[in-house]
């Protein structure tokens, strides 16, 4: 079983910047690949972005390119998001999910078997 955590959310004003984190518990990320989600209140969770192993290959929601980056670092066993120019509607809570890579399958949009709990970012007008 693959625990993830999330943290780095908090309450920032429009055009700040938060970098959101995502570590696996007593378990080694860099066989996963990793994505972000985010879920709205009342809205259905939506995809932001993805990464393959080794960092690869990514994915992202077309209308974040440019404010938002994922990435990861093996070493520290995370992989992060890196949210720029945030903007009210950015408001949700943020999960990130994994899957352990198989063979050479990989699909920006997962599946992913294993999920965080989230983290709450808040972006004030």
């Known amino acids: 079983q693959v625990q993830l955590v999330e943290s780095g959310g908090g309450l920032v004003q429009a055009g700040g910047s938060l970098r959101l984190s995502c570590t696996a518990s007593g378990r080694t990320l860099s066989n996963h690949h990793v994505g972000w989600f985010r879920q709205i209140p009342g809205k259905q969770r939506e995809f932001v972005a993805s990464?393959?192993?080794?960092?690869?290959?990514?994915g992202q929601t077309p209308s974040l390119k440019g404010r938002f980056t994922i990435s990861r670092d093996d070493a520290q066993n995370t992989v992060y998001l890196q949210m720029n120019s945030l903007k009210p509607e950015d408001t949700a809570v943020y999960y990130c999910a994994s899957n352990e890579q198989d063979g050479n399958n990989w699909s920006p949009f997962g599946p992913f078997e294993y999920w965080g709990q989230g983290t709450q970012v808040t972006v004030s007008s």
């Open positions: 990464i393959s192993t080794r960092g690869s290959s990514t």
